[in-house]
């Protein structure tokens, strides 16, 4: 790495190269200002600064980090600043993404020292530059007594690492040294009762602000049924670990756990008993693998349930699982009561008032789907506030709204910004993915969706979106092959019977299709689907296959269907009238009109009136279409997304950790003054081999550890 120090003493410098040296940086550089520093790393990568809050120039340590925040190529540059009796901008550097601060004195006796203390503190923390930078401003405002301050880091801190008991003990201090007795008194309960290791600490702070060594007002135990919490379900072979979470579960107030060593019942049951609240599984089952059955889970419940995993040790390649799969919580084994107290706590609390991003993203996602416009306007200010939240996570989440809104053409181009801003590549593959297969771009959507299998080969949802891809391509052959191994995994899910149901009455299997659509609730998604393809059939000129597509629809519904099959009749009525076969049309359209629904009934009325004047007048009937999307317009999307694999794979990655405390701390200390410097701006301009790094722009993605 190299470093660059700044100082306009040259006897500093030569001090600060000695110690940096001595403690194993072997590439450092001196200057004397900050605009030399600038220049130098328009040339040359750095990845260490450290300066004044101010130079002999008059230019401000805070200039060169807004330079550092505007351009990625620079990203990575780590800034710690030398403090003096002038302290005024600092709380200002760290709001900008200052790493750490030092007291500078002209003898490498207290130099050596304060600089070896940041190399630890790093290895204390992990490099996690969030940590390390948050303890350095803690230090000051504390002895600055900037109580208000202390509060705002400590807010923040606690959204990206919720119920970091730490960080709780902290924010409460704050509070209780600003006077907030009651609010820090709450803060100092939900620490008592998520981190009792911390108890210790907890009573000196009583000690010291209600001279007592207990909380005064001790609340009573937390209920699961306060969270509107009642039910259960623990999977696991360790019959001695099922005893010790039924007895947590039982003591924390739920009224019924339900515990099974076996997956294979905990199914069955599942049959029976629909209504969960919880699930705390293990990750390595007998009979089942554990990333199968909880697949199989999530089909059945849904997303909005609380998933707790338990397992000694995850892979690094089953991590996007434990994503994909909505796990609120890792619990390692054994398992320690106390930890599994509060972790289930800490599910219960997120489910009511979330407050991790994973949790609210999760829950804004799954109001989008439902259409819940309130829910996810209020959710999606949440999560867009969230301080840890990077502009991929932004973008992503845009797609997932737009997809759901039926905006495709929106969706793709957020996935597609996501994808270059360096966010989930799966995640953003598989928005793409299924925005194409709408747009009706099938070539396109397979490669997509394939790279999605590839990357999350037990999730049946993506499994059956590459075979309804094939289907629509007319690869029968794929769709067979990619719907068998999805039945394999789970032939209970909706999604495999409605794939299936979709693949029988399009290859004529129409009695395949009647089992199949009568083992399920609703035949929306089928019905929509076969419509869009018959219409879409129609629309380039192959009347036959599309009126023969309804037809087959007709012949596989169940019995008792006459909504249905009136809905069905007039959508082949339309399609009829559009290859001019009037006479079919009216045949169609008067079983249309045997419909309940009134607007049906009418719309059937119109269109045969309309076919009634063309046959008499016998000029062919006018019907609108939507213009089809030209070669050129399909051709660029290819070129698209060609360009944004590229660039993910040629993308360097940099973590949530590396922005420092930017957005998770603000402050109005030094305000005034900080504009002062910042109306003037430093110029940069790169050079050499940087200038492919930031013609390319190097690609920003999120860390989970970081960013959890």
């Given at each position: 790495?190299?470093?660059?120090?700044?100082?306009?003493?040259?006897?500093?410098?030569?001090?600060?190269?000695?110690?940096?040296?001595?403690?194993?940086?072997?590439?450092?550089?001196?200057?004397?200002?900050?605009?030399?520093?600038?220049?130098?790393?328009?040339?040359?990568?750095?990845?260490?600064?450290?300066?004044?809050?101010?130079?002999?120039?008059?230019?401000?340590?805070?200039?060169?980090?807004?330079?550092?925040?505007?351009?990625?190529?620079?990203?990575?540059?780590?800034?710690?600043?030398?403090?003096?009796?002038?302290?005024?901008?600092?709380?200002?550097?760290?709001?900008?993404?200052?790493?750490?601060?030092?007291?500078?004195?002209?003898?490498?006796?207290?130099?050596?020292?304060?600089?070896?203390?940041?190399?630890?503190?790093?290895?204390?923390?992990?490099?996690?530059?969030?940590?390390?930078?948050?303890?350095?401003?803690?230090?000051?405002?504390?002895?600055?007594?900037?109580?208000?301050?202390?509060?705002?880091?400590?807010?923040?801190?606690?959204?990206?690492?919720?119920?970091?008991?730490?960080?709780?003990?902290?924010?409460?201090?704050?509070l209780l040294q600003m006077g907030e007795l009651d609010t820090g008194r709450v803060i100092l309960h939900q620490v008592k009762l998520t981190g009792p290791d911390r108890n210790d600490r907890v009573r000196a702070l009583c000690q010291e602000f209600f001279e007592s060594d207990e909380l005064p007002d001790e609340p009573e135990v937390v209920l699961a049924e306060h969270f509107g919490f009642r039910t259960c379900l623990v999977v696991d072979p360790n019959e001695g670990s099922l005893e010790v979470m039924k007895?947590?579960?039982?003591?924390?107030?739920?009224?019924?756990?339900?515990?099974?060593?076996?997956?294979?019942?905990?199914?069955?049951?599942?049959?029976?008993?629909?209504?969960?609240?919880?699930?705390?599984?293990?990750?390595?089952?007998?009979?089942?693998?554990?990333?199968?059955?909880?697949?199989?889970?999530?089909?059945?419940?849904?997303?909005?349930?609380?998933?707790?995993?338990?397992?000694?040790?995850?892979?690094?390649?089953?991590?996007?699982?434990?994503?994909?799969?909505?796990?609120?919580?890792?619990?390692?084994?054994?398992?320690?009561?106390?930890?599994?107290?509060?972790?289930?706590?800490?599910?219960?609390?997120?489910?009511?008032?979330?407050?991790?991003?994973?949790?609210?993203?999760?829950?804004?996602?799954?109001?989008?789907?439902?259409?819940?416009?309130?829910?996810?306007?209020?959710?999606?200010?949440?999560?867009?506030?969230?301080?840890?939240?990077?502009?991929?996570?932004?973008?992503?989440?845009?797609?997932?709204?737009?997809?759901?809104?039926?905006?495709?053409?929106?969706?793709?181009?957020?996935?597609?910004?996501?994808?270059?801003?360096?966010?989930?590549?799966?995640?953003?593959?598989?928005?793409?993915?299924?925005?194409?297969?709408?747009?009706?771009?099938?070539?396109?959507?397979?490669?997509?969706?394939?790279?999605?299998?590839?990357?999350?080969?037990?999730?049946?949802?993506?499994?059956?979106?590459?075979?309804?891809?094939?289907?629509?391509?007319?690869?029968?052959?794929?769709?067979?092959?990619?719907?068998?191994?999805?039945?394999?995994?789970?032939?209970?899910?909706?999604?495999?019977?409605?794939?299936?149901?979709?693949?029988?009455?399009?290859?004529?299997?129409?009695?395949?299709?009647?089992?199949?659509?009568?083992?399920?609730?609703?035949?929306?998604?089928?019905?929509?689907?076969?419509?869009?393809?018959?219409?879409?059939?129609?629309?380039?000129?192959?009347?036959?296959?599309?009126?023969?597509?309804?037809?087959?629809?007709?012949?596989?519904?169940?019995?008792?269907?006459?909504?249905?099959?009136?809905?069905?009749?007039?959508?082949?009525?339309?399609?009829?009238?559009?290859?001019?076969?009037?006479?079919?049309?009216?045949?169609?359209?008067?079983?249309?009109?045997?419909?309940?629904?009134?607007?049906?009934?009418?719309?059937?009325?119109?269109?045969?009136?309309?076919?009634?004047?063309?046959?008499?007048?016998?000029?062919?009937?006018?019907?609108?279409?939507?213009?089809?999307?030209?070669?050129?317009?399909?051709?660029?999307?290819?070129?698209?997304?060609?360009?944004?694999?590229?660039?993910?794979?040629?993308?360097?990655?940099?973590?949530?950790?590396?922005?420092?405390?930017?957005?998770?701390?603000?402050?109005?200390?030094?305000?005034?003054?900080?504009?002062?410097?910042?109306?003037?701006?430093?110029?940069?301009?790169?050079?050499?081999?940087?200038?492919?790094?930031?013609?390319?722009?190097?690609?920003?993605?999120?860390?989970?550890?970081?960013?959890?």
């Amino acid at each position: 790495m190299r470093c660059l120090a700044i100082s306009a003493s040259s006897s500093q410098r030569q001090l600060l190269s000695s110690v940096l040296k001595e403690l194993g940086f072997g590439n450092v550089v001196v200057v004397s200002d900050i605009k030399t520093c600038l220049e130098m790393m328009e040339a040359e990568e750095v990845g260490w600064i450290i300066g004044p809050l101010q130079d002999a120039n008059d230019c401000s340590i805070l200039q060169l980090l807004e330079a550092i925040n505007k351009q990625p190529v620079l990203r990575h540059v780590k800034v710690s600043v030398l403090r003096d009796e002038d302290q005024e901008l600092l709380p200002k550097a760290f709001a900008m993404g200052a790493m750490s601060c030092h007291k500078f004195a002209m003898t490498r006796e207290a130099c050596y020292p304060e600089l070896k203390k940041l190399l630890e503190r790093l290895t204390v923390h992990e490099f996690d530059f969030i940590k390390v930078a948050a303890s350095y401003l803690q230090e000051y405002l504390q002895e600055a007594r900037e109580f208000g301050d202390l509060r705002s880091l400590f807010t923040g801190l606690l959204q990206v690492y919720p119920g970091h008991p730490d960080y709780m003990l902290s924010l409460a201090h704050a509070l209780l040294q600003m006077g907030e007795l009651d609010t820090g008194r709450v803060i100092l309960h939900q620490v008592k009762l998520t981190g009792p290791d911390r108890n210790d600490r907890v009573r000196a702070l009583c000690q010291e602000f209600f001279e007592s060594d207990e909380l005064p007002d001790e609340p009573e135990v937390v209920l699961a049924e306060h969270f509107g919490f009642r039910t259960c379900l623990v999977v696991d072979p360790n019959e001695g670990s099922l005893e010790v979470m039924k007895q947590t579960l039982q003591n924390l107030g739920f009224g019924e756990v339900i515990c099974q060593r076996d997956p294979i019942a905990a199914l069955k049951w599942l049959r029976l008993n629909k209504k969960v609240d919880l699930l705390i599984c293990e990750w390595k089952l007998p009979n089942i693998p554990g990333p199968v059955f909880l697949y199989k889970l999530r089909n059945r419940l849904g997303l909005n349930i609380p998933l707790l995993v338990i397992n000694e040790s995850i892979e690094e390649r089953e991590i996007p699982f434990l994503s994909e799969l909505g796990a609120s919580r890792l619990l390692q084994k054994p398992i320690d009561e106390k930890r599994l107290n509060a972790d289930i706590i800490w599910a219960l609390q997120q489910h009511t008032n979330p407050t991790d991003p994973q949790v609210i993203k999760q829950k804004l996602v799954l109001a989008s789907k439902r259409h819940d416009l309130a829910e996810t306007k209020k959710l999606k200010a949440l999560y867009f506030n969230l301080p840890a939240l990077m502009d991929a996570e932004k973008q992503l989440m845009e797609a997932h709204i737009a997809f759901d809104s039926g905006c495709f053409l929106h969706a793709k181009k957020y996935a597609l910004e996501a994808m270059r801003l360096g966010g989930s590549s799966r995640e953003a593959m598989e928005i793409l993915g299924k925005s194409l297969m709408k747009l009706r771009d099938f070539d396109a959507a397979v490669r997509c969706l394939a790279n999605v299998s590839f990357i999350s080969p037990l999730n049946v949802s993506h499994l059956c979106s590459l075979a309804e891809c094939h289907l629509e391509q007319g690869n029968d052959q794929a769709f067979d092959q990619v719907m068998n191994k999805a039945q394999a995994m789970d032939d209970e899910s909706t999604e495999v019977l409605e794939t299936a149901a979709k693949g029988a009455i399009k290859q004529g299997h129409t009695d395949t299709a009647r089992k199949l659509l009568s083992r399920l609730k609703s035949y929306k998604e089928v019905m929509a689907f076969m419509n869009n393809r018959a219409v879409s059939l129609i629309r380039v000129g192959n009347f036959q296959e599309g009126v023969d597509l309804y037809k087959k629809t007709l012949e596989s519904l169940p019995e008792n269907q006459q909504e249905m099959k009136a809905l069905i009749h007039y959508n082949l009525g339309l399609g009829l009238a559009r290859s001019n076969r009037l006479e079919d049309a009216l045949q169609a359209l008067s079983e249309a009109e045997r419909s309940q629904n009134q607007q049906r009934m009418n719309k059937a009325k119109s269109l045969k009136t309309r076919i009634v004047a063309a046959i008499n007048s016998g000029e062919p009937i006018a019907l609108k279409s939507e213009p089809q999307i030209s070669e050129k317009a399909e051709q660029d999307r290819m070129d698209e997304i060609k360009k944004m694999e590229a660039s993910l794979a040629a993308a360097e990655k940099i973590s949530r950790s590396d922005y420092c405390l930017i957005n998770i701390y603000r402050t109005a200390l030094g305000e005034d003054r900080a504009q002062e410097f910042l109306s003037k701006k430093l110029n940069f301009t790169p050079r050499g081999k940087l200038v492919k790094d930031y013609h390319r722009g190097l690609v920003l993605e999120d860390s989970t550890k970081d960013a959890s």
